[in-house]
């Protein structure tokens, strides 16, 4: 097995978790390697689309990009902007795994989700794909890929998934990866450790957790 792992520089969240599945397979000796999926078209652009993701949360506009965009997914029928920006680098995607002789394609971010959905429409792709939800809940134009493998962060999150229109055997609730670092840290300096130490995991401290870490932008967790 020689496995790509694709992130995107929108967010440190998708990278995180990305770096800590690659940690994962490295200790466990799995040929593996992570990129961000917009470097394979340019750099700069990368960097912009980061940029972009910043300013947007600084100024309260993601919460009104993630409305559109549920708007806009919601016709079954149709391809959102979204998915036919990122359907134009997908031959350059597809080119890179051939090239390098990737079997598996794990996606940490929507972005590589589109792409290789795209691919697999086209029948061009033969891997296998997976898809790490890194949010807590299904986000707008995600029920518009069509990927092997879904890794959602909680079992409370699979009927919304497939009530969004992802395909409930394809759906698998192991969570969001988290590196060593952090596991074994356990406690209350470590946080996924200290959470699940605690009673009232699922009812409380997730929201509690999850207003503090910096969603507050977006509005509440349970809306």
């Known amino acids: 097995m020689k496995l790509l792992i694709l992130s995107c520089s929108t967010g440190e969240g998708h990278n995180s978790a990305g770096k800590a599945l690659l940690e994962y397979l490295e200790e466990n000796g799995v040929a593996c390697e992570m990129t961000d999926t917009l470097s394979l078209v340019t750099s700069p652009v990368s960097q912009m689309v980061s940029d972009v993701y910043l300013f947007s949360t600084r100024r309260n506009l993601f919460k009104t990009v993630y409305r ?71 986000i707008p134009f995600t029920r518009e890929t069509d990927l092997d493998y879904y890794i959602v962060p909680h079992e409370h999150l699979v009927e919304e998934c497939v009530q969004k229109g992802l395909r409930r055997e394809r759906l698998f609730p192991f969570g969001i990866p988290v590196r060593r670092a952090f596991r074994e840290k356990g406690g209350e300096s470590g946080m996924c450790g200290g ?26 967790p349970d809306s």
Request: with cysteine.
């Open 68 to 138: 559109m965009g549920e708007t806009v997914s919601t016709g079954l029928s149709l391809q959102s902007p979204v998915y036919m920006a990122n359907k134009l680098y997908a031959k350059r995607l597809y080119d890179y795994i051939v090239d390098n002789g990737f079997d598996t394609v794990v996606c940490t971010h929507l972005f590589p989700a589109e792409a290789l959905t795209a691919l697999k429409r086209a029948g061009r792709l033969d891997r296998k794909t997976v898809f790490v939800m890194t949010d807590y809940t299904c």
């Open 195 to 220: 959470l699940r130490q605690r009673s009232r995991y699922d009812r409380e401290v997730v929201p509690r957790c999850l207003r503090k870490h910096g969603v507050r932008q977006f509005g509440r």
